[in-house]
């Protein structure tokens, strides 16, 4: 396929994606979970350009919130950049400050679990990437949760296999 016949989006070309509208389901995660992430604003820029092999967010935590439960993936690589703000970074090797211009990476199947949570009186603004690879599984080592992407899908259960 040459460059002149690949199909393009039917999207913008460019946008300020601070005028994106957030997303309207604040979380895909199972009550009493999806509570948790009150706070948390995600514009989703990479469906906006009908990107299939990465997702991009530009994600907005309120004082207080956090960006997801503290999860590993198996398949997904991830990747987040501060632009504003002060998050704190948890992981399993403790909590390290974030300011803008500072960033980190999540290799697909490491383990470690990790999650940004705004303990500043600011709002905290950053970019999350994330690919979007079949089969993935999601660990939530802190809450009794797990995620499997089956089929486009996100399928939450139990720990012990049991639906929610």
């Known amino acids: 396929m040459t460059e002149s016949t690949k199909p393009r989006a039917t999207g913008p070309l460019a946008v300020t994606a601070q005028d994106v509208a957030p997303r309207q389901k604040p ?20 469906d906006l350009f009908a990107l299939q092999n990465f997702g991009v967010n530009l994600t ?4 207080g919130a956090m960006s997801a439960l503290r999860h ?11 632009l ?12 390290t400050l974030l300011r803008p211009g500072m960033c ?37 080592p802190d809450n009794d949760l797990r995620a499997d ?7 939450f259960s139990h720990k012990d296999g049991t639906p929610y």
């Open 72 to 82: 590993h993936h198996q398949m997904q690589d991830e990747f987040i950049y501060i």
């Open 60 to 63: 907005e935590l309120a004082p």
């Open 149 to 155: 992407f089956v089929a486009g899908q996100w399928q």
């Open 104 to 140: 980190a990476g999540f290799a697909a199947g490491n383990g470690d679990g990790h999650q940004l949570i705004n303990r500043s009186d600011a709002v905290v603004w950053y970019l999350e990437v994330g690919d979007r690879s079949a089969g993935d599984a999601v660990t939530y």
């Open 27 to 46: 979380s895909i995660y199972p009550a009493p979970f999806a509570a948790m992430m009150q706070g948390r604003q995600k514009r989703v820029l990479g």
């Open 84 to 95: 504003e703000g002060t998050p704190t970074l948890v992981t399993d090797a403790g909590e």
